[in-house]
Structures are given as C-alpha cells and as structure tokens.
C-alpha cells in the first residue's frame, strides 16, 4: 500500500473509531453533567433545608430554655413557700417563748410580792406601809402582764410616752444605766 492513498476501508474504520470516540466522550460528558446536575440539586435542598435546620436548631434551644426557667421557677416557689412556712413558724414559736416569758415574769413579780409581805416588817411585827404599797404595785402589775397581748401592752406604753415624753425618757435613761450596771458586772 502506498502511502497518501485513500483506503476506503480504512476511512470507515477511521470515521467509526471517531464516531465511537465521539459518542463514548458525549457519553462522558452527559454522565458528568448529570453527576454535577445532581451535585447542584443536592446543594440547592441542603441550601433549602439550612433555614429549616436553623429553625429547628432554635426551636429546641427555646423549648429547653423554657423548660429550664419553668423548672427553675417552680424550684424559686416551692423555696419560697419552704423559706415562708419556716418563717411562720419561727414566728409561732417566738411568739409563744415571749407569751412564756411574760408569764413567767407575771409569775415572778407575785412572788416578790408575796416575799415582801411575808419578809418586811416594822420593829412591832407590824408590815412597812411602803413595803405593802410596793407590793401592791407589783401585784397590779403582774396582773395587768396576765391580762393584755402585747398588742395591747404596747398601745398603752405608746400612749404612755406620748402623754409624758420627758418622764418617759428620764425612765429609759435610769433602766439604760441599771442594765448598763448590770451586764457590765456579769462579764
């Protein structure tokens, strides 16, 4: 065979290995773009599920947020109701040591009423007029702890300063000095 010779079998050959070539390359290319189509479609929901997925994401932070506040705050009211009935009680039984205390001091003072009736008397045997005064006036006092609350002692001791504000002060300036006296001595 010559060279530069046209084989017209050869050129069929040729033309089918281009065509071949040709097809398989469009073949290629087709796959390949429909791998990057579908690469792009993928992207684009990914893309459009994002917004979703962050809507979502801020959904459940709310939600447990909310849980957390509302567990929180029923923890602050049940610490509260605790802390409050801890108070009231506290409060009764404050209340009923200081009915005690006046009680016993209603007591005491009856007692030192009676002690000096029995103990102070006169050269003859007779009672010291003052003695039975002092004893009187504890005795009125004692009884007047026994009949009135607080409430009502404190009522009177308010009208009391109120009616004579410069005997009252004089009264907690000599009862300041005695305590003063007292608990300096004890230490």
């Not at 010559?2 to 050959?13: C, E, F, R, V």
């Not at 009177?156 to 504000?165: H, V």
Request: negative net charge; glycine residues 4%; without cysteine.
């Amino acid at each position: 065979m010559a060279t530069g010779t046209n084989n017209p079998g050869q050129s069929d050959t040729v033309n089918k290995d281009v065509n071949k070539a040709e097809s398989a390359a469009k073949k290629t290319i087709d796959q390949a773009a429909n791998k990057a189509n579908q690469a792009i479609d993928r992207t684009t929901q990914t893309a459009q599920q994002a917004p979703e997925a962050v809507s979502q994401a801020i959904d459940t932070a709310s939600d447990r947020a909310k849980e957390a506040v509302d567990r929180a705050s029923e923890g602050l009211k049940q610490t509260a109701t605790t802390a409050a009935t801890q108070v009231q009680q506290a409060q009764r039984e404050l209340i009923d040591q200081a009915y005690t205390v006046k009680q016993n001091a209603a007591q005491s003072l009856l007692q030192a009423a009676q002690k000096i009736r029995t103990e102070v008397h006169s050269g003859e045997g007779q009672p010291v007029q003052q003695a039975e005064a002092l004893a009187a006036s504890l005795e009125n006092m004692a009884h007047y702890l026994e009949a009135n609350s607080f409430e009502e002692i404190e009522s009177d001791a308010r009208r009391t300063i109120q009616q004579n504000p410069w005997q009252s002060v004089g009264v907690a300036a000599v009862v300041g000095f005695v305590m003063a006296r007292l608990f300096r001595g004890r230490r």
